[in-house]
């Protein structure tokens, strides 16, 4: 009897809490539709934009392995963007806004890729660091409530996974070289460090939106919760390495179980979001430039595809 | 003797491949489409792929330290064998695709050939790279047409790619002496009875992308024997840099 005198909202947060997938054709909160496209292409926007930093060595990658594993990795990124958006498509909006929003830099993407990547062993180091905070937050959303984007994070993160791997084997490559390799190594994980740890976006206590998103089962764990667990998987493979991660107050708490570790540069974090890292700029005028110089093969591509079908329409008739 | 015709063989087959994947590996995220991007990453591996087949080969003929990636990359200028065609610049979408179209082309060809070579590592390298190649030919014809008989500006802009390119094609075909001591000796195909084929193919897909080839070509040669364009040294400049910057090193 009390089922009837629930609300919508009422009655879509009782599917969410018994664990059902919410699909693209079925009712949902205003708020919970924009709450998704905002995300899912946020995601889809920082794959593409991270094609950018890695793409910048596939021409110098140091043996042909590298360059064709390189190669697959930023291909796979691609086809990531592809199912992310196709995902956020079902939501009621389309490629070519999604890709406005982005070049016009009202969307965001993942701050990560306006660092620079300066030197081959960049490509160790975001493929551990990176790849490996990004698999933590993914695969949370492996068991997200909107069906599209979990099916679409169920394939993605098998790929992350391995390019994590792939990257941690670079690294280990690199340590177990030359002085000049170890070098390169260890100057990229301080580099990457501190951004990588910022990937998991503020502090639990400026973190607004934390509540609504676990309440849809968009996050199942907070920030701080997640920023942890990345530090407790990545310390010990640093120790394999032989690298140092350059955080001084970085020690193992034996009563918390975990490690304690610095503060974060709050300052750049939030500056590199509002567009004033190295690369903000360079990022969105490539990808700005891919889009605007492919308009006339989009277009081309558009009325060939109208031409063929009104000869065959003729034909049929 | 022989093996080190067959050696500078498999330089002549990787060299293409390699630089024009080289080319395509710089526009990973900079297509028109994500789907252009994946397609044409794709490609790139395949070459890649096949050069990593020819030159593992070349290492084991060239025997001590010699390895597929010095073979790759720690030769002079002078002494890489691909064609003009491919060490030519991403100018824009037109010019990949043509760039492509010409190529695969002729690699189908040739491929189709070495599948009856007296050489069994290249019947299984061309066994397998037939399947791949099969594809780009495939998909570069494919946008030929889609780009050649699209709208008025893309029905430009290839006309100009297919009238600054053609001129390269022709190189392809015109054999240096180790690719006739092949055709002799039954490694390789006679490039010259191909020709025909290639011209009859070319003139197809462009009829039916609305496009023609230049009426009078000066047709340029050189390359294959080390003779290259400008494009080349910086082309090397980046493909060798971690090799030359960090030398006798594991990655």
Redesign the interface.
Known sequence: MENKTLSLDEQFQKRIDNGENIEAKDWMPEKYRKTHIRQISQHAHSE?VG??PE?NW???????????AL??K??DE??H??YL?SAAETLGITRDQLMEQLNSGRAKYSSIFNYPTVS?ADMGAVGWLVDGAAIINQVMLTKTSYGPYARAMVRICKEESFHQRQGYE?ML??C???E??KAMAQDALNRWWWPSMMMFGPRDEDSPNTEQSMKWKIKKKTNDELRQQFVDQTVPQAEILGLTIPDKDLKWNDERGHYDFGILDWEEFWNVVKGNGLMNEKRLK?RN???D?????????Y???S?QAEKRAKKTA | MLQEKLYEYLLHLGDNSMILGQRLGELCGHGPELETDIALTNISLDLFGQVRNYFQAAAQIKGGDATEDTIAMLRYEHEYKNVYLVEQPNDDFAHVIVRQFFFDVYHQLLLNELIKSKNETLVAIAKKSIKEVDYHVDFSSTWVKRLGDGTEVSHEKMQTAVNTLWRYSMELFNATEVEQWAAESGVGPDLDALKPFYISRVEEVLHEATLTLPEETVFQYGAKTGRHSENMGYILVDFQYMQRAYPNMKW
């Open positions: 593409v094609m950018l793409g596939i021409s110098r990658a140091p043996s042909l392995r590298r360059k064709v190669l697959a930023v291909q691609a086809g963007g592809l958006y081959w670079i490559s690199l177990n070289g030359t000049a390799q490539d430039a891919a889009w110089e492919g308009a006339w093969v989009r277009e081309a591509a009325t060939y595809a031409k």
